[in-house]
């Protein structure tokens, strides 16, 4: 662009705070870049004073985060220009269009088949899960689990008392995952 030329090899003005336009066929360390960077890292200074923001972070630590939005926003641009097709020639608007509707639509398909095997795996090691301490709790018996609740008989309470077996100890976090999901989801047992 000629604004863009002008700031950087003669006198011009540079980027209008007003309308701020990245120069996105270069990287962000050309002057123009750098200046709309500026620009932006003033005014989160000053909406940062003037909201009175709870957290402060460091000028550098905005700068980092601008410059990879930067990139970010590059590697969109860049990859929504027009490529040379197989016949030698550009491609219009509308098989660029296309090209990154397909590419969106391939990397969501990807992304679904990953959450789904990655959900599948995990019910599947859940269920082991389960099964295992459904086993374990039907294998001691009543005799195996303390009762927290007193049973009230003829008036008279009985007190439980809770043997502590050296092979329950190895158990206690699974023992308390049952009894916390008896209390969660009450119609499961």
């Not at 016949?87 to 990397?107: S, Y």
């Not at 398909?109 to 599948?120: A, D, I, P, S």
Request: aromatic share 8%; glycine share 4%.
């Amino acid at each position: 662009r000629e604004d863009v030329y002008s700031y950087e090899y003669e006198d011009g003005p540079g980027p209008d705070p007003k309308n701020l336009a990245f120069d996105t066929k270069n990287g962000f360390k050309t002057p123009w870049n750098r200046k709309i960077i500026n620009l932006l890292l003033g005014e989160l200074r000053r909406r940062g004073d003037e909201e009175r923001w709870p957290v402060s972070r460091s000028e550098a630590y905005f700068r980092e985060i601008l410059q990879d939005r930067y990139r970010r926003l590059r590697t969109v641009w860049t990859g929504a220009q027009p490529k040379v097709t197989e016949k030698g020639v550009l491609e219009t608007p509308v098989e660029v269009e296309m090209r990154l509707i397909a590419k969106k639509d391939e990397i969501l398909k990807v992304t679904r088949q990953t959450t789904r095997r990655r959900n599948t795996d995990d019910k599947e090691e859940d269920l082991l899960a389960w099964q295992w301490l459904q086993k374990l709790v039907k294998t001691l018996g009543e005799c195996g689990m303390s009762s927290e609740e007193s049973d009230l008989e003829n008036d008279i309470e009985t007190v439980l008392r809770v043997k502590n077996m050296v092979w329950r100890r190895a158990i206690e976090r699974e023992l308390d995952i049952v009894d916390h999901q008896r209390l969660v989801d009450d119609d499961i047992f």
